[in-house]
């Protein structure tokens, strides 16, 4: 690693666009870092050389609100080109980018931290130019825009280079379109930051947002806009309340637990020449949740949602439930009894997606949502053996067909080493003989060896193997399901988000749209959403009453817990609903100076006798420790 380079640090405006910051910060990158290390190395050594004199320049003379933005996409690219660099060097540079983006956050405000991982790239216009960054206001016209509008991840490559003049990409490449209208917590998910996102100062960002103390939407109202700001019971809107992704997410399993009651009457019904009371239920409630999963893939874009773990659920339950509808139409108007059973037969199915999918909320629990990307790892490397298998299997199965004619068909010799495969090993040496008197045997036994010896073992030895990397990475991994499980569910850029089957009604008035404005139609979707959705309000206000109560009542916040808090003066130490009620957000709230800031108007203020009794006790350890000394002092004399 050669030595820093403090005069490369570029210079970075507060109007910069989006392009060019992210070109300025890859050429500091690939000229500091120019050898392999790893995410501790950087922790410990590069990062005091190398990387702390880009984050202070960032902390004190950079104010441009998408600095993490362009870190986060910029570790993206560096980690896209790792497959045609063999000396690991853009692997170190992506997790560099991700360091560096991590220990910027740390030394924001809370304030300003909430700002910079929640703020939203501006859309590009049709002449891919970067228009000047605003606070990430949405209009009337981006309610219904997708928050991910272009194609897949492809940057350019020419980052790589080991010359910093060449490592600008070419004017046709724009990661401001690759990433607009994606804020910095969903940037990072689809750039598998996952380090960043585990980071104790990012999850509480996160765990605000999943609780309802950071939000996204404050008024319901025409010129309601977007923005992330930290909750005010008297000055947010109650039904701003649904957007919260704890009451959305338990709201959704009461959905799926409906769904599920629905699914099972009809499967126990099997009503075949009528279509019942509970059959029409269940339609309702799959075109509701189709309706929804469009609705939510329009919104998150297709990075995002591919992310996330129960989109294949998802989408199985949809593909079964309208297979279903359409064999058991065609059955009805046909009256064929064959194809209406047939049908139920694929509905029978639908429960393979469906009760997986209400259980997705254990997903948030540590233990299972470490499982959970155990077994995709799993699935995809058992996938791949496959291939492995199917070839000697394939063989064999031909060898053994050809070999046993006239004696056993090929359907049946082939559900025989389908036996045999797995662990019917006496069964093959059974009708070896009866295969061939001289081949059968020893290919028999070949076979067996392979299979029930050779690949079982090996399959075995891998997923042991990918569960172990997984394990290694417990933690990394399940914060990272996490975090996409709630920008998911908290990102969207609609101002009235109705919860299923609800989310029917506003197709119902869509037509409107022909005759209304914009602005009046957005009335009429708020007063049909107050119309409709009252009685969740009230269960979400009720929840939120007891809790407060319930906190009250048994000393949440003590005299003690204050004093610690006013002293620390992290502002990722502090709760971040201390003073929400009592006073409103901080707004304008300057920069730290460093890692250490005091926010005393956003702070619980201890008694002047606390703060007394505490300087007391301070000056009393104070003399106790300077008698220890002297006392050591004249033993050793």
Known sequence: MKGPKHSAIPHIGGHETFDVLVRKLSVYFVQQIDSPETWETLRRTVYGTHLKPLVTYLVHDTHHPAVVNALLALKGHFAAVEASDDRGISQTRSLACEFVAWRFVTHLTETDAIESLCFDLPPVTEKKTQPAVSNGVTDVDTETAPLLDG???????????????????????????????????????????????????????????????????????????????????????????????????????????????????????????????????????????????????????????????????????????????????????????????????????????????????????????????????????????????????????????????????????????????????????DVAEEISPILGPPLMFIFVCLTNILLITSLISLLSNSLTKVIEHAREEYLSVYAVYVLEASTSNRLTYFLPPLNLLPLLIRPLRLFVSTEDLRTIRIILLKATHWPFVLCILAWERSRQMWQTRHGKCTTRDQVKKLISGRSFQQPLLVTAIEEPPLEGQARSSGSVVITTNNQPVASAETIEALLTAVQELKQQVETLSSTMVNRED
């Open 151 to 429: 194609g897949s991840f492809e940057p350019d490559q020419s980052f790589a280079d080991d010359d910093p003049e060449s490592a600008n990409p070419d004017e046709s490449t724009s990661f401001a379109a690759v990433f607009a209208g994606l804020n910095a917590l969903e940037i990072a998910a689809v750039s598998d930051a996952k380090k960043f996102l585990s980071q104790k100062s990012v999850q509480r960002i996160i765990d605000g947002i999943w609780k309802g103390d950071i939000i996204f939407w404050e008024t319901l109202g025409q010129h309601s806009s977007k923005g992330a700001k930290v909750y005010n019971e008297r000055r947010s809107d109650l039904f701003c309340r649904l957007r919260v992704p704890l009451y959305s997410k338990v709201f959704e399993v009461m959905f799926f637990a409906g769904f599920l009651a629905f699914y099972y009457t009809v499967l126990v019904e099997k009503s075949a020449d009528r279509i019942t009371t509970a059959e029409i239920m269940l339609y309702v409630w799959l075109a509701s949740f189709t309706y929804n999963e469009i609705v939510e893939f329009w919104d998150a874009g297709s990075a995002l949602y591919a992310v996330d773990f129960w989109s294949l659920w998802d989408i199985g339950i949809i593909v079964t439930g309208f297979t279903f509808l359409i064999v058991r139409a065609i059955g009805l108007a046909q009256s064929d009894s064959k194809l209406i059973d047939t049908a139920f037969d694929i509905l029978s199915l639908e429960a393979l997606f469906l009760v997986p999918r209400l259980c997705s909320l254990l997903s948030l629990h540590p233990y299972f949502g470490t499982l959970l990307p155990c077994l995709k790892e799993m699935t995809k490397d058992f996938v791949k053996f496959l291939g492995l298998v199917a070839i000697l299997y394939v063989g064999f199965n031909t060898t053994f067909a050809f070999l046993a004619r006239g004696v056993y068909s090929v359907k049946h010799m082939n559900w025989i080493l389908i036996k045999v495969f797995f662990g019917s090993s006496y069964l093959g040496f």
